[in-house]
């Protein structure tokens, strides 16, 4: 089956710890997305990769990194300096040529302790 | 500066009933609209989608409208089921330049449906 996994769906890290949240889709897109979303708000680009080995900044990429070394894989790292790490991860592909739609995964919910 | 906004928070509605669900955008470079569905702790679900040079866009159940010119769009849902019970997000898109597909999204109106 197609489409984009996330894991894990739930990660508890210590303040001040780096963590890698993992991305990878098998639709053959080229474009990837981060986002987050918190309690009651719409979802915010964190980054977004629209071919391997590049990517750029979305809205809120302070305290975040990311690489873009496969086609299917788009790793997200919380870093401590991100003030506000605790919230819900989604990840989303699409395809890069003109408008198309993104598709998400299940996300994942960070909480840090 | 938020330039997707969905000003009603949340909406209810008896099954059955017809659901509008109502969006405003500032940015007139946005020429691609979507609509998602999201349940708690899950990812958003693609719904319908409409381009600029349409004014409405209808799939099943589900209807899309666009107003260019008051640069509003809406989605309306008929008959509405208890499983359409879900938080619905905005999103809007323009074409050009290295932006490509990036996706701005509204704050989400969360859609209740009474049995």
């Known amino acids: 089956d197609g489409g984009i996994t996330q894991s894990p769906k739930y990660l508890f890290r210590k303040e001040g710890q780096n963590v890698t949240l993992s991305c990878e889709q098998n639709?053959?897109?080229?474009?990837m997305y981060w986002y987050r979303q918190d309690p009651g708000q719409g979802l915010r680009l964190i980054y977004y990769?629209?071919?391997?080995?590049?990517?750029q900044k979305g809205d809120i990429a302070e305290g975040y990194s990311v690489s873009r070394e496969k086609k299917e894989s788009f790793p997200l790292t919380v870093t401590s300096a991100q003030k506000n790490p605790t919230a819900f991860y989604l990840c989303a592909s699409s395809t890069a040529r003109g408008v198309g739609t993104q598709y998400f995964g299940p996300g994942t919910r960070l909480t840090v302790l | 500066d938020q330039q997707v906004k969905q000003n009603s928070p949340s909406l209810s509605v008896q099954e059955g009933r017809i659901s509008i669900l109502n969006c405003d955008y500032t940015?007139?470079?946005?020429?691609?609209f979507l609509w998602y569905k999201k349940y708690p702790a899950e990812g958003p679900t693609f719904l319908i989608s409409i381009s600029s040079i349409k004014d409405k866009n209808e799939d099943g159940r589900f209807t899309v409208f666009l107003n260019k010119s008051a640069k509003h769009l809406s989605l309306h849902i008929v008959p509405s089921q208890p499983g359409d019970s879900a938080v619905y997000f905005c999103a809007a898109s323009g074409t050009a330049g290295a932006a490509g597909n990036k996706l701005t999204f509204g704050g989400g109106t969360r859609v209740l449906v009474k049995p």
């Open positions: 990769s629209q071919i391997v080995n590049d990517f």
């Open positions: 940015n007139s470079m946005f020429d691609y």
């Open positions: 639709l053959n897109h080229d474009a």
